[in-house]
């Protein structure tokens, strides 16, 4: 399958507009594909309700959303099409909510799994800074060494048996180099925010 025919440019899925800045921006819009992907179909409502937004930003990420043909909608609600499949798949990695908060001291937490070659890691500082501007609390980048997680600026620090660690080997079952990137919020939404923010941030360091 010919995956340049299904990528999604970001300039035809986000555009902001001339007269004033929108109240969400493209990690919403991939987060409520994520969350119409995760469930057979979602109403607006509870989408508004997730995605913490009123109901004219959530009317316009849907209506983007259709415009690209990454959902359907009907009047029980709307669903993920193929493509809209396809674009989770190429643009969304691996990812879980973490009960355990050893690691970070936020309510709510989201791990996602990068694989080695997809980023490249350094101090993790410019990712974390990233992730609070997107609105996280935090974020913790971490490099998998087959055992144990380290911190990326200091290899010689190893994370013994914590319980966030047996979790993310159990949900996400990492291998040797991985990158775990963890974010923190105050509700979910923020979590998976600061997450990407972190993925999008370790992405662009590796172009350049």
């Known amino acids: ?7 999604v440019k970001r300039m035809e899925i986000y555009q902001k507009s001339n007269k004033a800045n929108p109240r969400f921006n493209e990690l919403h819009l991939i987060i409520a594909l994520k969350i119409i992907s995760d469930n057979k179909t979602v109403g607006r409502k509870r989408l508004m309700k997730e995605l913490e937004l009123g109901e004219g930003s959530t009317k316009t990420i849907l209506e983007k959303l259709k415009k690209e043909k990454l959902i359907t909608s009907s ?23 973490i009960s355990s908060r050893d690691l970070t001291l936020s309510k709510n937490n989201y791990a996602i799994l990068i694989k080695e070659t997809q980023a490249e890691i350094k101090s993790g500082i410019e990712q974390r800074d990233e992730a609070i501007k997107a609105g996280a609390d935090c974020a913790v980048t971490m490099v998998y060494d087959g055992e144990k997680l380290r911190f990326p600026k200091d290899f010689e620090h190893k994370l013994e048996h914590t319980e966030a660690l047996e979790e993310i080997k159990a949900k996400l079952r990492p ?22 923010a972190t993925l999008k941030a370790l992405k662009k360091m590796k172009k350049n």
């Open 75 to 97: 009047p029980q609600g709307h669903k993920i099409t193929k493509k809209g499949k396809s674009y989770i798949s190429e643009n969304l990695p691996t990812g879980k909510e």
């Open 175 to 196: 291998e040797k180099g991985d990158i775990i990137v963890i974010g923190g919020g105050n509700n979910k939404i923020n979590a998976i925010k600061g997450a990407l």
């Open 1 to 7: 399958m010919n995956q340049k025919k299904l990528k």
